[in-house]
């Protein structure tokens, strides 16, 4: 895979990195990510954008973006102390690292944003926040005897050895060495958790065809303790929400911010809309499945240290209230979010929090 990347000043002074990737010569993904807010503008695969952008999307580097993956932080929903979802979203982040191709082949770009007069006279706290995107369509390849084979996953977190099966060897032990620590073990272990979350997901995307993975860290750099909740406001784009589903929330508990933040537990087991839904879904499970996504395709959302989850559309009931939002365009997105949101996030001086979400088609 050959990767390709910029970072440029368009004509009306929005700094954009655009990050190409091609296969066998021929594009495969193209992403645009927005300095303001570092925000994920677009991810297509194939042509097709996974992810949605508003036509009315606001583009003045001073209010937030409608596309995309904007993130909140330090604060999630309504907040007295200043923006909603925080300010992180509406400031400047500085690129710190590519647009490069790692050593596994996959594109990789790192945003960073630290605290300044402006963000402490909202929340009088120093900080680093860290935000390295890596984007691939490559997969891992081990060697069995000298023969290549693929690896391919049966479930979440397991590695499929079927390669012994297609080769007709006999049961061996399969060794490989992580890509990312160099740790050395049968690839069934590999998935166990034996490294950071960053470490683990990495080394799974190399095994799934097309991959965009978000990691986040937040340093406390200042000497006083501080809380927050932080979220991953994914905007996905659908051919028709009416047809969207969503996996892994029956029978878990959810704060429905529709019903004056009343607690219920969820029936379904396929998430549908067809009404206002603002959902904050409590203890998810580490992956969820959406179908209907553009193209009509459907996405796999693996998470970790996001221990919830928030779905939300506004249909036509609240469109009219977003000015950067199509009174119809309700119609061509659904927002399943990756956070930690219901707990807020404790760190002391010196101490870093670290959270991941994992996109593959």
Known sequence: MTVYGSARESKIYILVTTVFLYAGGTLSQKVQVHFHGATVLSWKVAGKDVLFQSREAIYDNQAPIRAGIPIAFPHFGQWEAGPTHGFARTSRWKLEEGPQKDSNGNATVVYSLVDTEETRRLWNHKFKLTYTLVFGDTAFKT???GRAADLRTTSAGTAGTVARERLGLAPLTVTANCPYCGYRTEVTDLYKGHVEQICRLQYLSKILSRMALCFIKVKNTGDTTFNFTTLLHNYFRVDDISAVTVSGMQGLEYIDKTRN???????RELLTVGEFVDSIYINT????VITGINGGRTLRMDK???PDTVVWNPWETMSPNFPDLGNDEYLSFICVEAGHVVNPVTLTPGEEFTAV????L
């Open 285 to 288: 499970p580490s992956s969820h």
């Open 143 to 145: 060697t069995l005897n």
């Open 261 to 267: 933040f009343e607690r219920f537990t969820e029936s």
């Open 357 to 360: 979400q994992l996109l593959t």
């Open 304 to 306: 970790e240290n996001f």
